[in-house]
């Protein structure tokens, strides 16, 4: 108690806030959910050759990403282009039949999925295309035929689930139809980027598709649409779905902002639209998100942001806030190499930036496996927590200081509290603006440990038993 004292009279008199937080080890909430997946795969070097040899390998595999989503992967050279993942680049002929093997191009995607594999990251399977801004449209027009897109989409489950034409093994279980028919509904017609037809077209070709693949594959999970954040739309869509008795397994949905609270409220919204619509046991998936400020003016701020410190704390927030929130799995946007959307590598060196120590911490977090209750006593307005216990009594403790306000410079001094904590030392890890997941030690007394943190900062701390 005198310590307390002490150190709300430091507080005091140097105009900080101060943050207590509370970690009970023995209250168990559930699993740490898998909220560190991501778009895409490594990056490295393509085709046969290695006169680049640059790569993420190592640091990607590190990070234990538990999902990878092939969303505009044919986007990037390192991937293969567009020779990869988009259904018109897999079966680019549509008068070919569906079930000839010889009418499909499975090569670099093969290749591609395999390096997802091979960092230990299961794949979740976009089938549709890529965003198109040109001022002609390709992959985007709807399909000739739905039914035998739904059978094409069935072909290329069964060459990556069952060795069709000379394929894999692989059970990946995700299967997400389309992406964001909602983007441009309200200029479908003139200026489309996802989708070039109707609402009513796309629910047809999702209710076909889904219905078709659900019965050639009970076992798997197949959902979507991959909402680009158009509420109302997402509602038709639900409507349309519960009436012809659809299935759904996965409800997928997007969203940028710059406020991590905001994220974590429309995940409960997207909840309850699902539950209402007959759809309870269905996952919701939020993969597409980052920090976005605006489109337009701000954009190149945003874009600011999401390569420095204040896109990790952003990014470790989120993941903190949805943990809480009633949503299954997060695919952040993008790991792409050349986006600028990537947080997480340098598109030169490939070299790791602020955001991949948020998604690398999380995974320690994931590792331990049991989340525990926490409790953040004092000006919590900043402040972002999640602790885990791990089966052998170690406790991580991951917290965020994330503001939106660039304005605030003052650092706080946080406590942090463990229930059962020995008196010693702990493992600390920090992002900052001067260290990027240094180790500190920190010195354990009465079961608490207490430092600083600098306005968007992150902050990982390990009680070892």
Not at 103 to 114: C, G, H, M, R, S
Not at 257 to 278: L, N, V, W, Y
Not at 293 to 312: E, F, M, N, Q
């Amino acid at each position: 108690m005198k310590r307390y004292f002490a150190l709300l009279a430091v507080c005091l008199a140097c105009g900080m806030a101060c943050a207590d937080i509370y970690v009970s080890p023995g209250r168990e909430v559930g699993r740490v959910k898998p909220m560190n997946g991501v778009n895409n795969g490594p990056a490295g070097p393509y085709g046969l050759g290695k006169t680049q040899t640059r790569d993420n390998f190592d640091d990607y595999r590190a990070a234990r990403i538990p999902f990878a989503r092939t969303h505009d992967s044919s986007f990037s050279e390192c991937y293969g282009s567009e020779h990869t993942v988009d259904i018109t680049a897999i079966f680019p002929d549509f008068s070919r039949k569906a079930d000839d093997p010889s009418a499909y191009d499975f090569a670099i995607t093969d290749w591609y999925l395999k390096r997802i594999r091979d960092m230990g990251t299961e794949v979740f399977f976009r089938l549709g295309q890529k965003i198109e801004h040109h001022v002609k449209k390709y992959g985007i027009l709807p399909p000739k035929d739905f039914r035998k897109w739904a059978q094409i989409c069935e072909h290329i489950i069964r060459h990556y689930n069952e060795g069709w034409a000379d394929g894999h093994q692989w059970n990946i279980r995700y299967w997400e139809i389309w992406n964001e028919a909602d983007l441009d509904s309200k200029t479908w017609n003139t200026n489309p980027r996802t989708w070039a037809g109707t609402e009513e077209q796309f629910f047809d070709l999702y209710a076909t598709t889904a219905c078709h693949l659900k019965k050639c594959f009970p076992q798997l999970k197949i959902g979507g649409p991959a909402l680009a954040g158009q509420e109302p739309w997402a509602e038709r869509f639900l409507t349309y779905m519960e009436k012809h008795s659809v299935p759904l397994d996965f409800f997928s949905w997007h969203i940028y902002s710059t406020d991590p609270k905001a994220i974590a409220e429309k995940a409960g919204r997207m909840r309850r639209m699902a539950d209402a619509h007959g759809y309870q046991q269905a996952e919701t998936i939020l993969n597409e998100w980052n920090y976005i400020r605006g489109w337009t003016d701000d954009y190149p701020y945003s874009l600011s942001v999401i390569h420095g410190v204040k896109g990790a704390a952003f990014t470790a927030a989120t993941m903190a806030a949805c943990q809480a929130a009633p949503v299954d799995i997060l695919m952040y946007y993008d790991a792409r190499p050349e986006t600028p959307y990537n947080g997480l590598f340098d598109f030169y060196t490939f070299q790791p930036l602020p955001s991949y120590y948020s998604f690398y911490a999380w995974s320690r977090l994931a590792a331990l496996g049991q989340q525990v209750a926490t409790e953040v006593k004092g000006d919590d307005s900043d402040l972002y927590v999640s602790a885990a216990r791990g089966e052998d009594g170690t406790v991580g403790v991951l917290v965020s200081r994330y503001n939106e306000n660039d304005n605030i410079n003052r650092s706080r001094t946080v406590t942090l509290h463990v229930e059962g904590a020995a008196d010693g030392e702990a493992v600390a890890h920090v992002v900052n603006s001067v260290k990027l997941f240094s180790e500190t030690l920190l010195d354990v007394r009465q079961g608490a440990v207490t430092f600083k943190m600098e306005p968007n900062s992150v902050i990982f701390v390990e009680f070892r038993k």
